[in-house]
């Protein structure tokens, strides 16, 4: 079985300084990792996914995310953030080969200006 | 790129009566879809797991009879909420499983039970 802790529920920033969502996963296989976004009364978009290959993932919105094999962690990270990246962020996982996808608490991402 | 439409996006229904959520991947073909209920301000929690023309799979805790789910088409799964009670209020999202192993989500439907 595989479990997600996102470290940290509220991430308060200024706009245009750098972020990172912090992301530890537990499995004792070989997992798929993906961070999504929720805005309010929506659903999920996915930002990025790592499946295989590089560690170190780019997504949409300037997000990219590094996958730690040995310290079994996938943090998202943005340079420079803005006032519409507040949203919520979720970081999951799933068995490579397998369905089920397993889902962080969320990280609540506040930018102010 | 890959599209799931979800419908309703908001339902409010009286105590005692069923709705139905309709959750359709529009450009893919998909043999299996998600259902998960999400709470205010906290993570996903998924429900079960809908496969196409055999039984869903439901999660520990998940009451089958409370959650019908339905995937007769390769495009098309249902979720109707039997008999709903004010604890089912909840924010429902489906999911399915597209092209390149991505995941694409519905954008979810807002169930009130007065």
């Known amino acids: 079985a595989q479990s997600v802790t996102q470290l940290d529920s509220q991430v308060p920033v200024f706009e245009e300084a750098p972020v990172e969502l912090r992301c530890n996963y537990s499995?004792?296989?070989?997992?798929?990792l993906f961070w999504y976004v929720q805005y309010p009364n929506q659903g999920l978009q996915l930002l990025l996914k790592?499946?295989?290959?590089?560690?170190l993932v780019k997504g949409i919105n300037g997000f990219e995310a590094e996958f730690n094999k040995s310290q079994t962690s996938f943090h998202l990270r943005k340079p420079s953030v803005h006032i519409s990246d507040t949203a919520e962020y979720f970081c999951?996982?799933?068995?490579?080969?397998?369905?089920?996808?397993?889902f962080g608490a969320g990280t609540r991402l506040f930018v102010k200006a | 790129g890959a599209v799931v439409s979800q419908h309703p996006s908001w339902v409010i229904c009286k105590s005692g009566t069923s709705v139905k959520i309709e959750c359709r991947s529009l450009?893919?073909?998909?043999?299996?879809m998600f259902w998960y209920r999400q709470f205010p301000k906290q993570s996903l929690m998924l429900m079960a797991t809908?496969?196409?023309?055999?039984?869903?799979?439901?999660e520990q805790g998940v009451e089958k009879d409370k959650f019908l789910i339905n995937h007769a088409s390769l495009t098309l799964s249902t979720l109707t909420v039997t008999s709903a009670h004010p604890e089912d209020s909840s924010f429902y999202i489906c999911?399915?499983?597209?092209?390149?192993?991505?995941?694409?989500f519905g954008s979810g439907t807002r169930l009130t039970v007065v």
């Open positions: 499995s004792s296989v070989s997992v798929y």
């Open positions: 999951a996982v799933s068995e490579t080969g397998g369905f089920k996808t397993i």
């Open positions: 450009d893919f073909q998909a043999t299996t």
């Open positions: 809908s496969n196409e023309g055999s039984k869903a799979t439901y």
């Open positions: 999911s399915a499983r597209g092209p390149n192993y991505g995941y694409t």
């Open positions: 790592y499946l295989s290959g590089s560690t």
